[in-house]
């Protein structure tokens, strides 16, 4: 059984550009949650999806949006990076909406230069 | 909103000495609890969940944890240090009928002494 798969698992982009971070979820589960790890930090919650809608968001910028699509898989969009969006992106998927353990990817090192 | 502190941003414990993480957390209503280990350049692995069931919680490779509601707290204990304990360990706390998001705290660096 697949568990919650990411790519790329590093990228490196220039200030301004855009980025796609992919994610597969764990097999059966439809909600998918994307993070930012900063270095030496927490996980900090950006949004949530579920039924191919975003459910939830936390205090990001309006720069950072996504998608999923029908077979849960998701993306995290960022457009016009800053050198701050440099972290590690995470992924998790869990079953429904209500409150389940969240499974996590391995992530995605991005590095803004 | 919900929040988490993690007190002690490094814990250094010899190897086969009691290991104590400690995590308090607020929230208006009694909530889903986790702790997550990082190893080094990996995502989050879980340790132990409380979703009000028990309150003394057993996780994997020894690890557990006791929800006590009157000190807000979700202390992560382990009997004896063992090397590979040596990572990066952080609480969550999930606020239950309102979705999942989490909310983690800033994370504790255990490192273990030979």
């Known amino acids: 059984d697949a568990g919650v798969t990411q790519s790329p698992t590093h990228l490196i982009k220039t200030r301004g550009q855009q980025v796609t971070l992919r994610c597969s979820p764990k097999?059966?589960?439809?909600?998918v949650s994307w993070y930012q790890q900063a270095l030496g930090q927490g996980p900090q919650f950006i949004f949530q999806y579920y039924e191919e809608e975003e459910r939830q968001r936390g205090n990001f910028p309006d720069r950072f949006s996504g998608h999923q699509y029908p077979n849960y898989s998701s993306e995290l969009n960022v457009n016009a990076l800053l050198l701050g969006d440099s972290a590690l992106y995470l992924c998790?998927?869990?079953?429904?909406?209500?409150?389940?353990?969240?499974?996590f990817g391995p992530g995605t090192r991005l590095t803004v230069l | 909103a919900q929040s988490v502190t993690q007190l002690g941003s490094h814990v250094s414990v010899s190897e086969g000495a009691l290991v104590l993480l400690r995590c308090n957390y607020s929230s208006s209503v009694p909530p889903y609890l986790f702790w997550y280990v990082q190893y080094p350049n990996q995502g989050l692995q879980l340790l132990l969940k409380?979703?009000?069931?028990?309150?003394l919680v057993k996780g994997i490779n020894g690890f557990e944890a006791e929800f006590k509601k009157s000190e807000t707290s979700f202390h992560l204990t382990k009997p004896s240090a063992h090397m590979s304990d040596a990572a990066e360990y952080f609480c969550a706390v999930s606020e239950r009928n309102t979705g999942n998001q989490f909310y983690f705290g800033t994370g504790t660096s255990l490192t273990v002494i030979p």
């Open positions: 998790a998927s869990s079953l429904g909406q209500l409150t389940d353990t969240q499974y």
């Open positions: 409380y979703t009000s069931a028990a309150t």
């Open positions: 097999s059966g589960h439809d909600t």
